[in-house]
């Protein structure tokens, strides 16, 4: 949820530091700071707002100094300002932190009654101030070792003192952090990418891990405070390393390179020449699952859904689904026959991560379908299936979730396969129909100029609905996610066939309507929920790959999909929505990559 960095070098590193935060702005963009040590004092300077305005504060008032830490923050206690911006220091100490410390209160409580004086309203300060007392009698291991004792909750921290001023201390519980490797410098930060442009030499922290780096060494040490040794990644190069090129933000990118993304992924598991799939290392033989359970947030929740109808289609098995954040709190029933499969573009999303910890913890079998290999996901669960779309920096999810439904869909089909739950000829069909999916999402692409159009009509309105049946009912609420996400106006995602059941009294003249409809056994059910809405004043935007003349009078307009496989509908019919999304939060002027209260990787609770 906040972004971390630390550089130890032999040369000063406020600019980097400054260049890695803007790395780190997915993750988090309500306030930024930084602090080094100079001549032996800890120099902080942060501010509300964007990384932009640090760097405008730091062009007045140089930083020097060649040990810093730096932080973007997603605020979770206290409001995005200037005094609750991280780092919070002392006059020996400074501490940048990610995560959530849950007796932050009680801790608060214990040090004014010491007569300690807090400044910000932050849970963060409190560990400013423990360490602060700690270190009159340790040194900076010793006293972060007891620090860290006191704390419950979550916390990615970045530690620098004064005294010490080659010193970087950095620890890891329950929020992603990593080491860099370079040449006299070494780094600290929350993830790759943030690292990526000044290294590909990492290693990542594990719950409970304690790092301390200089420029020229770092050391592990793991909860029993013994020193350890932690394997180095060497990262892959990105080609298409996230830049906007001739694009006007992220997302209008993500959203266009799709059909790329696509591409790549089916090349990555299909083989080109055969109609078969390239999985191996199931971590359960797959005649043995007895049952699939699929678990994810938000867009990539929404891709479970999707899934749920795939594997209930394609193979003999029950699926469940559950948002991350409710299965981990759930009296489960572990069967170590199940298989587990979690969701998640960033592979750090906090409940997510918890949820499969629980899993592992209960011995069952775990599968992650991720966007980021060396993610904390990834590295922990049994089996790990990339979706190869590429970093996506946009907070809204575009190319990530057509990923995760593809794999997830390629998934389906294999098991469904290994089985015998289809047929030889149908497993091939569908694999030659799957390989014309990114022409087709070409094809969607083209609907940009009517969605133009229809944007307006949202501006006005009091909220609008999206609706679908079968596979595309996750669709809907996925649309109605993007819409209000990007441009913060009320949508509600509903199944069709529930509309009668309450929700059809908001239906007014002239409020917005998105109905998904291919021809597919829904078909005729969903347009008659159509006729329902249309009968007490709704405007539809119709997204069908029908000719059906049943369905041409009193509708707004028709976004017309190219026909497929209705199995495959659900990747046609997310362009236009993602583009309706993407539109009206344009003509809203709002920030397209970088929603307000939002952050690209939740990982806190
Ligand atoms: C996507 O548009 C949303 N910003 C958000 O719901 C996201 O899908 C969710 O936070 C899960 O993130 P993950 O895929 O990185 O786990």
Redesign the pocket.
Known sequence: MCGIIGIASNKSVSTNIINSLKKLEYRGYDSAGLATLNKNEINEKKCSGRVEQLEKILFKSPTEGNLGIGHVRWATHGIPNEVNAHPHSSEIVSVVHNGIIENSTELKNQLEKKGKKFKSQTDTEVITLLLTEELKTKNPLQAVQDTLAKLEGSFALGIIFKNFNNIIIGARRGSPLAVGYSNNENYLGSDSYALKSMTNKISYLDDGDICLLTKDKVEFYDLKKNKINKKVLILSEDKNIAQKGDYKNFMSKEIFEQPITTKNCINEYIDKERDEINFFNFPLDPKDINKIVLI?????YHSCLVAKYWFENFTSLPVETDVASEFRYRNLRFNKKNLYIF???????AD?SAALDLCKKNGAKTCSIVNVVESTIARNSDWTLPIHAGPEIG???TK?FIGQMLLLYILALKISFLRNDLEKKDYQLKIKNLKKLPDLLTKCLKSEDKIQLVAKDFLEAKGSMFLGRGLSFPIALEGA??LK?LSYLHAEGYPAGEMKHGPLALIENGLPVIIVCPNDKYFHKTVSNMQEVIARGGKILLITDSNDSVINENIRFTINLPKIDESLTPFLSTIPLQLLAYHVALLKKCDIDKPRN?A???TVE
């Open positions: 994810g947030c938000g867009t990539a969701v998640s573009q960033s592979g750090e999303t997510t907070v809204a999810s990530a996610l993007k996400e939002l690209k990787s939740v």
